[in-house]
């Protein structure tokens, strides 16, 4: 069994990027800049913010963060996008979701300059990604595509299962499951709420791809021998022994799936790094493409 330390593979990303930046700065050339709004003040996407601006300072991008209130209008919200999309100092930004309830995400997310869709969630991005063309990958999906390639696991003729149909993770990720080349080729299933006996549906999978965020769903008895395992689940989970008063726990359970696995990313230290790793490596490309 083999561990996908994607820990290990966003530090290399990071340093390839670094090393980027440190030529640009060699030419007198202006670095990346990446933005993220976030609204309100949940903790977990707080963190998740607050993490990619650290990311950003180490590989020597400029970064901003902008705080909106939880009470913030959809058109304060719009405004903002537009003053951003505006702005020719900012290369790439997001807008952190989940949005608060008051706010039409997809509005918001259409109003994005396309150009500047570093999370790949445009329309017309998405489109691009469904049909073959170069563009922004949503940045998890991108990052487990890396994984996938940096340990050269084979898709090819594989059946994957996808867990989840969100918009972010499990739907772009059976499209570019499917996608021809490499990570790719493989017969994709997708499965979500409504499935029926999904136990039957994992067993027979060659890769499974959960993103459920029901901590410790997958168990050793619905997969089997040989599996490749990426566990997308990042739920926090009330653990008064642990010095934060919680554990991030993933959607499968480790410990027993672990012993079957041919491949099994871990959590922490598999997916969730490697998102941030992929949203520099977008960050990078859009200023490429606005500075050419
Ligand atoms: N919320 C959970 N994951 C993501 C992500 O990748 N991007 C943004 N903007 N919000 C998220």
């Keep these: 069994m083999?561990?996908?330390?994607?820990?290990?593979?966003?530090?290399?990303?990071?340093?390839?990027?670094?090393?980027?930046?440190?030529?640009?700065k060699a030419l007198g050339e202006k670095?990346?800049?990446?933005?993220?709004?976030?609204?309100?003040?949940?903790?977990?996407?707080?963190?998740?913010?607050?993490?990619?601006?650290?990311?950003?300072?180490?590989?020597?991008?400029e970064s901003?963060?902008?705080?909106?209130?939880?009470?913030?209008?959809?058109?304060?919200?719009?405004d903002k996008i537009e003053e951003l999309n505006l702005n020719d100092d900012i290369d790439g930004f997001i807008i952190q979701l989940p949005l608060p309830k008051q706010i039409d995400t997809q509005k918001v997310l259409m109003s994005v300059d396309p150009d500047k869709d570093v999370d790949g969630f445009h329309p017309m991005n998405?489109?691009?990604?469904?049909?073959?063309?170069?563009?922004?990958?949503?940045?998890t999906p991108f990052g487990i595509l890396e994984l996938l390639d940096r340990y050269n696991v084979e898709t090819k003729g594989k059946h994957t299962v996808v867990i989840g149909r969100s918009h972010i993770v499990g739907r772009p990720m059976s499209i570019l499951m499917g996608r021809k080349g490499f990570p790719g080729n493989s017969t994709v299933t997708i499965t979500h709420s409504h499935t029926k006996n999904i136990t039957?549906?994992?067993?027979?999978?060659?890769?499974?791809?959960?993103?459920?965020?029901?901590?410790?769903f997958l168990k050793a008895e619905m997969v089997k021998d040989d599996v490749v395992i990426i566990d997308v689940g990042i739920t926090r989970v009330v653990d008064e022994t642990s010095p934060k008063g919680y554990v991030i726990t993933g959607d499968v359970d480790f410990e027993n799936v672990s012993k079957k696995a041919s491949f099994i990313t871990p959590v922490p230290g598999g997916v969730g790094p490697m998102t941030i790793a992929m949203l520099l490596k977008n960050t990078l490309l859009a200023r490429e493409l606005r500075h050419k």
């Design 126 to 139: 998405f489109g691009k990604m469904a049909l073959d063309m170069s563009t922004f990958i949503p940045a």
């Design 64 to 78: 901003t963060m902008i705080r909106m209130s939880n009470t913030t209008s959809e058109i304060e919200l719009l």
């Design 200 to 216: 039957q549906i994992t067993s027979q999978a060659d890769i499974i791809i959960s993103a459920l965020g029901v901590p410790n």
């Design 2 to 24: 083999t561990i996908l330390d994607g820990k290990k593979v966003s530090n290399d990303i990071k340093n390839e990027i670094a090393e980027e930046v440190k030529k640009m």
């Design 31 to 61: 670095v990346p800049h990446l933005a993220a709004v976030i609204v309100g003040n949940d903790g977990a996407s707080l963190t998740y913010v607050g993490s990619k601006v650290k990311a950003c300072e180490r590989v020597g991008f």
